[in-house]
Antibody
Framework: EVHLVESGGGLVQPGGSLKLSCAAS????????MHWVRQASGNGLEWVGR??????????AYAASVKGRFTISRDDSKNTAYLQMNSLKTEDTAVYYCTPLGYSYEKWGQGTLVTVSS | SSELTQDPAVSVALGQTVRITCQGVSLRTYYANWYQQRPGLAPLLVIF???NRPSGIPDRFSGSSSGSTASLTITGAQAEDEADYYCSSRDSSGNQWVFGGGTKLTVL
């Protein structure tokens, strides 16, 4: 069974940094493109970025709203994806999810809450 | 602003059929996925690659596409189908993904 567990969220001041982790199991993690998606309270879903597999050179892409501030990485030996968030803004406050978007086995974890506030 | 456009709200009588639509230029090239999100829960994939249901999703959910519009149809809506529904697909460049703004479905 596909299982995803996001962690690392919390309260951070504007301008600060935070690193999120996503532990995956139940599917071929190393061969899957992993995405991060966020959802601010009461709002819709917003795609944050993705990292492709080793076979696709670990290529990354990011939404314009986070490009240059956020970095996605992965450790296939640990079946874990990461989201490094720097220069955080109040508008980055949201629940962050990781997911193998678009695959038939796609599932979502419960997400991790990031609050950017002074 | 989202490159995929959805109606903000739709309602359906219990047991009737409802269609939720998603419009976007990129849908002429890329398939849409559909998600159900109940309050306080994570999104759940209900349709992928235009018209495929993941394991465990009831067959009353179906997907289709025509031109720049993708549709999610619920045939015989149940009370538990009341939720927010989102479409997603790649953007026009194919390099990024986008979500529609979501449609709140009310089952009367």
């Amino acid at each position: 069974e596909v299982h995803l567990v996001e962690s690392g969220g919390g309260l951070v001041q504007p301008g600060g940094s935070l690193k999120l982790s996503c532990a995956a199991s139940g599917f071929a993690f190393s061969g899957s493109t992993m995405h991060w998606v966020r959802q601010a309270s009461g709002n819709g879903l917003e795609w944050v970025g993705r990292m492709r597999s080793k076979a696709n050179a670990y290529a990354t892409a990011y939404a314009a709203s986070v490009k240059g501030r956020f970095t996605i990485s992965r450790d296939d030996s640990k079946n874990t994806a990461y989201l490094q968030m720097n220069s955080l803004k109040t508008e980055d406050t949201a629940v962050y999810y990781c997911t193998p978007l678009g695959y038939s086995y796609e599932k979502w974890g419960q997400g991790t809450l990031v609050t950017v506030s002074s | 602003s989202s490159e995929l456009t959805q109606d903000p709200a739709v309602s359906v009588a219990l047991g009737q059929t409802v269609r939720i639509t998603c419009q976007g230029v990129s849908l002429r090239t890329y398939y849409a996925n559909w998600y159900q999100q109940r309050p306080g829960l994570a999104p759940l994939l209900v349709i992928f690659a235009k018209d495929n249901r993941p394991s465990g999703i009831p067959d009353r959910f179906s997907g289709s596409s025509s031109g720049s519009t993708a549709s999610l149809t619920i045939t015989g809506a149940q009370a538990e189908d009341e939720a927010d529904y989102y479409c997603s697909s790649r953007d026009s460049s194919g390099n990024q993904w986008v979500f529609g703004g979501g449609t709140k479905l009310t089952v009367l």
